[in-house]
Structure formats: C-alpha cells, structure tokens
C-alpha cells in the first residue's frame, strides 16, 4: 500500500470513529438550541438595524413603513456626524471620564470591602448597612441633591464635577465583599506569623487573589460611566466637556431627529464598549463566578 493510500484510509478510518462516537441530539437539545438562537437573534436585531439605518440616506431613514436594507447604500450620515459634531472631544472626555471612575472605584471597593471583610470596629454593622442602603435608592433620585452639593462646591463645569459623584459604589462594595470573605484566613495568619503587616498582606496576597473580581468590577463600573447620560447632562453645558451620549444627543437635536447620524453615533459610541466585552467577557465571566452574583 502506497503512503497516498495508507493516509487516505487513515481518514477514512478516523472519520467512521468520529460519526460512530457522535450521539445524535436530543430534543432538549434542540429545544436549547432554538431558545439560544432565538434570544440571540433578539439581542442582534437591534445592532443590525442601527447598522444598517446608519448607510440610509436621511429621507430614507425616516420613511414609514421603514425596511431593513437600504436602496441606495451612503456614508453621509457617518460624514454629517464628524462635521457637525468634535466626535474626538466626546470620546476623550468619555475615556477620561471612565477611566477615572473605574480608577476610584476600585480602590475605594476594594479597600471597603476587604475593611469590612477582615475587620472589626464599632459601628461595623450599622455602617455596613448604610452602604447596603445604596442598593436600594435609584441614582436618579439624588440627582438633585448631588447637583446642589457639586454647585456649592464650584465643581459644575469640571471633570471632577462629573467623576466625584460616580464614585459611590455600593453594589462594588459589596460584590468585593463578600469574594474576601471567602478568602482562607489562614493565608492572611501566616503572612502575618512571619511578620507582614496589614497592607503588605492585602497587596501581596489579597489583591493578586482577587484580580477576577478586580477586574469585573472595573469592566462593569468602565461600562456604566461609559454609557452614563443623565449626570453628565446636568453637571455640565460646556461643549469641550460633553461626553459620547451628550454629544450624540446635541447632534440628534441641531435640526430634528436625524435618524441615520443618530444610529451611526450610537454604535460609535458602544464600539469601545463591544471591544471591552470581547477582550475581557473571560474576567467577566471568572469575576461574576466568584463573587456574589453567582449567589454564593
């Protein structure tokens, strides 16, 4: 047998195996499988739509009934979008933003948490459960109060004005919380045996056994400044300070709804948020695992 004919049976045998080792689908199986396509199909039919509305002409975008594909295919409204608006100033003021936010948040979270985690001191519950109480308000609430505090502050108009009152985090806290009450103590109690003080332990152990839920903590805090609307909004009527969504926002609004710049600066503004979840949806995943959302 020549080696041409000896490979060929080889694969021949190889394939036989693979499609006698493969079970046929149950019907739980399809049932799943339809179900996931199905709310899959739910989640992309929006994000085809804004795409494929974004090459319309305006007149086009705003016929009644609307279609899906466009009839004659254009930029414009991807060109109307960077003429019109400083689409480079929202982003950055965006990214500097967010990035600010995430910064303070996890260490404030993470120092919160690990104090309430491994520490006693009076007033432990009773603070504890003022912060829990953060779950339980709508930050849409304390718009007002927090708009009167950053004014008297002279802060309205400023970056701090927009990053300061982001950095409550609650829901932080706690999801970091109870990750180091999981934590074997008995790690911590050798570490300081051998003669490591308190921060030495939380840097040197704590932190690098939490970087999970570090980093899930800091994905979703980055998407929710990101993609933050209202508080921008009220802090700030100074153009060169306006956000992503602002500024979408000042552009649907300069004459009428402009559909097709709307929907293209909507995805421009959550193409960075579609890149973090692509590189990182494996912390975000470990991060939910080992916190509380996966209700341990």
């Known amino acids: ?18 499609s006698k080792s493969r079970k046929p689908w149950t019907t739980g199986q399809i049932v799943l499988t339809v179900i996931g396509v199905a709310v899959s199909a739910v ?3 929006p994000i085809a739509a804004a795409l494929f509305t974004s090459f319309k002409s305006e007149a086009e975008a705003a016929e009644i009934p609307p279609h899906w594909l466009p009839e004659v295919w254009t930029v414009q409204a991807w060109k109307a979008l960077w003429e019109t608006g400083n689409v480079t100033n929202w982003f950055v003021n965006s990214l500097v933003v967010s990035v600010c936010v995430t910064s303070v ?40 109060p927090l708009f009167t505090t950053v ?10 004005g927009m990053i300061l009152p982001q950095c409550a985090p609650a829901a932080m806290v706690y999801i970091l919380y109870k990750f180091f009450q999981g934590i074997p103590r008995e790690l ?13 332990v939380f840097f040197t152990i704590v932190v690098p056994l939490a970087r999970p839920s570090l980093a899930a903590v800091g994905i979703f805090t980055f998407i929710a400044s990101w993609n933050n609307f209202l508080w921008p909004y009220m ?14 926002a000042t552009v649907m609004n300069s004459y009428g709804i402009q559909w097709a710049q709307l ?19 494996r912390q975000i995943v470990a991060g939910v695992a080992h916190t509380g959302l996966a209700g341990q």
């Open 105 to 144: 948040v996890l260490a404030v979270s993470a120092l919160a948490g690990y104090g309430f985690a491994r520490t006693e001191f009076r007033g432990k519950s009773v603070l504890m459960g003022i912060v829990m109480s953060g779950l339980m308000i709508s930050p849409a609430v304390l718009g007002v």
């Open 151 to 160: 004014q008297q502050m002279g802060m309205v108009d400023t970056y701090w």
């Open 263 to 281: 929907m293209a600066g909507g995805l421009m503004a959550g193409l960075p948020l579609i890149v973090v979840f692509v590189f990182f949806q």
């Open 235 to 248: 802090v700030t009527n100074n153009p060169d300070l306006m956000t992503m969504p602002n500024g979408i």
């Open 43 to 45: 989640f992309v039919a």
């Open 1 to 18: 047998m020549t080696t041409a004919e000896t490979t060929a049976h080889t694969a021949r045998t190889a394939s036989t195996v693979r």
């Open 188 to 200: 911590e109690e050798a570490a300081f045996i051998d003669g490591a003080g308190r921060w030495r």
